[in-house]
Every structure is written in structure tokens, then in C-alpha cells.
């Protein structure tokens, strides 16, 4: 099975502006969570869908939104950018939602904000 | 307030001796606890999985164990190798769903 993908890999924006983040997850896959990294913070969860719906929220401004398709495909997007939202947005799914799943994550894409 | 704590300096250990990192957590009640690892610009690996009813959990040279009273777990690799070396991250949820929150990761270097 192919893994999660995410495109852009890289991402270069300036402040102000926004941007949307792609997700595919594994075949089969239904829930599909959002993280932001970086140096200060590490992994920080940003919201997770299932079924189209989003299940759970992290603590992030509503500059920060994403939605899932029926294809289980999801995106993220950062309006407004601010130089403290440059991070890598990691991307993983799921089998299902809740019940001790492990994640599969993807490679990551590396959002810069000058 | 809530925390998870890793040793946020690196481990050096040498080749074929065992490994042991910690993860300690305040103020949560998690229905299980997972290991990471990550290996430079890219994502996080799955490793390990523990409940909180289980008290040690294993898999081939990995052992994670889990204790709710101490509010900590340990991963211990055994036998490492150079190709162990990477950043280790413990994750907890306390609903069993998929909010994950991550520890700050520690930095496992095995010298050959």
C-alpha cells in the first residue's frame, strides 16, 4: 500500500497571505489527523476528521482550518499568515476513528513565512 | 498544568548496549500511550502502543513499559545499533481517539 502523501513538500509565503495544504491517506484510511512541528513547540495537534466531520480540535486560531472529501483526501488552510506559523504540517491517518489506533504519518510539508 | 516530559538532551550510547528513554506526564489521565520515531525531515514512525491496563508491552528488540501510579513509561531498545539513532517520541491520548498529544522528544545517538 502506498503511504500518506502530502503536497506541496515545500512551501515558501509571506505574511498575510494563505495557503492550502494537501493530504492523501493511506488507501482505506478514514480519519485523518492534522499536526503542526516546530523547534519550540514539537507536535502540536491541530484537528482531526472522520467521515467528512471534524471529530476533535486542538488549540489554534481560526486562522487555521481544514475539511476532509469524500475520498477520505484532506486540507488544511492557514489564512493570514504570521512568521510564527512557518513549521512542518504533518499529515497521518488512520484505519478508523478512536479505539487505539496507531498513525501513519506522512513526509511533512515545510510551510516558510517570511 | 499539563505537561509530557522527555529528556530533552541527547542519549550517546554505545553499539549493543541497551537504551532506556523516559516519558513522564502531569496532570493527564491517558487511555494508552504510544512511541514514536522520527528520523530528520520526515514524519514520525509508529513503534509501540500501550493501554492503561497493561503494564509492559513488547516487540522484537523494543519494550515499552507503562505505569500509571508513577505517571511515566519507559522504551527500552535492546541491543541498539547505529541505525537506532534518531529522536524518540512518546504520545499520549486520553480518549482513545486520535488526538495525540507529543512529548518533546529525545535524541538517541548509538556510537558504533
Known amino acids: 500500500k502506498a503511504g500518506v502523501t502530502q503536497t506541496p513538500r515545500y512551501l515558501i509565503k509571506t505574511r498575510g497571505q494563505q495557503v492550502t495544504l494537501s493530504c492523501s491517506p493511506i488507501?482505506?484510511?478514514?480519519?485523518v489527523s492534522w499536526y503542526q512541528q516546530t523547534p519550540g513547540q514539537g507536535l502540536q495537534f491541530l484537528f482531526e476528521?472522520?467521515?467528512?466531520?471534524?471529530?476533535n480540535k486542538g488549540n489554534f486560531p481560526g486562522r487555521f482550518s481544514g475539511r476532509q472529501f469524500s475520498n477520505s483526501r484532506s486540507e488544511m488552510n492557514v489564512s493570514t499568515l504570521e512568521l510564527g506559523d512557518s513549521a512542518l504540517y504533518l499529515c497521518?491517518?488512520?484505519?478508523?476513528?478512536?479505539?487505539?489506533?496507531?498513525?501513519?504519518f506522512g513526509p511533512g510539508t515545510r510551510l516558510t513565512v517570511l | 498544568s499539563q505537561k509530557i516530559e522527555q529528556n530533552s538532551e541527547a542519549l550517546n550510547i554505545q553499539e549493543g548496549k541497551t537504551a532506556t528513554l523516559t516519558c513522564n506526564y502531569t496532570n493527564y489521565s491517558p487511555a494508552y500511550l504510544q512511541w514514536y520515531r522520527q528520523d530528520p525531515g520526515r514524519g514520525p514512525v509508529f513503534l509501540l502502543l500501550i493501554r492503561e491496563n497493561e503494564k509492559e508491552k513488547r516487540k522484537e528488540r523494543l519494550k515499552v513499559t507503562f505505569d500509571t501510579t508513577l505517571k511515566q513509561s519507559l522504551f527500552h531498545i535492546t541491543a541498539s545499533q547505529p541505525a537506532d539513532s534518531a529522536t524518540y517520541l512518546c504520545a499520549l491520548d486520553e480518549n482513545a481517539g486520535n488526538m495525540l498529544t507529543f512529548g518533546g522528544g529525545t535524541r538517541l545517538m548509538v556510537k558504533p
Open positions: 488507501s482505506g484510511h478514514r480519519s
Open positions: 497521518a491517518s488512520s484505519p478508523k476513528a478512536g479505539d487505539y489506533n496507531e498513525q501513519f
Open positions: 476528521y472522520f467521515s467528512e466531520t471534524q471529530r
